[in-house]
């Protein structure tokens, strides 16, 4: 898309739900650790790009016209997502697992479209539904992402942060790790 073309919010969500769900079947589809890898980084970008977009803006700006119980999950799905994003990149397509984990991020992302995108009930319906100027909200939703996309090309994807884990101990093999959130 060009700059100087604009994109409603919604329809940028979207756009980006697109996008992710045709690069999850290019994995899925995918031979070799080379070509695997540079997928699973594309999605796993692609997917951070969208959470923190949703999380500083497109949430915050939602917050009275969306149902507080539909927004508390949304969180808690971005929150499962980060945590599955960073085992991928800091893993590669020759682990145990790579794979299987790829798999259930595309489950838990194609749930979350589904609640967000729901006719008449999910996020957007009730979002468009309460009055909220999804023009300017899109306008500065393109912008912030175009910021994230180029820091993130520079700098690599950064460590998760998520808002409704608060740690816990993991046990990974034969030992125990305490985890923070």
Do not use: W
Not at 34 to 58: G, N, S, Y
Not at 67 to 74: P, R, V
Not at 106 to 132: L, M, N, T, Y
Not at 153 to 158: D, H, T
């Amino acid at each position: 898309m060009a700059k100087s073309e604009k994109q409603n919010a919604i329809a940028l969500l979207k756009a980006d739900h697109r996008k992710v769900e045709a690069l999850f079947e290019k994995f899925e589809a995918a031979r070799g650790a080379d070509r695997k890898r540079a997928l699973a980084l594309q999605i796993c970008t692609e997917l951070c790009v969208h959470a923190t977009i949703e999380e500083e803006i497109f949430y915050p700006a939602c917050k009275g016209a969306v149902e507080e119980d539909l927004m508390n999950e949304s969180y808690v799905e971005h929150d499962g997502a980060k945590v599955m994003i960073a085992e991928l990149v800091a893993g590669s397509p020759d682990d145990a697992f790579y794979d299987a984990k790829m798999k259930v991020l595309s489950e838990e992302i194609k749930h979350h479209v589904k609640e967000e995108e729901r006719p008449g009930e999910g996020v957007f319906a009730q979002a468009r539904d309460g009055g909220i100027d999804m023009d300017a909200l899109g306008e500065r939703m393109r912008a912030r992402k175009e910021q994230l996309l180029a820091k993130f090309e520079a700098e690599g994807l950064p460590p998760p942060t998520t808002r409704s884990f608060t740690g816990h101990k993991l046990r990974q093999g034969n030992t125990v790790e305490a985890r923070a959130a």
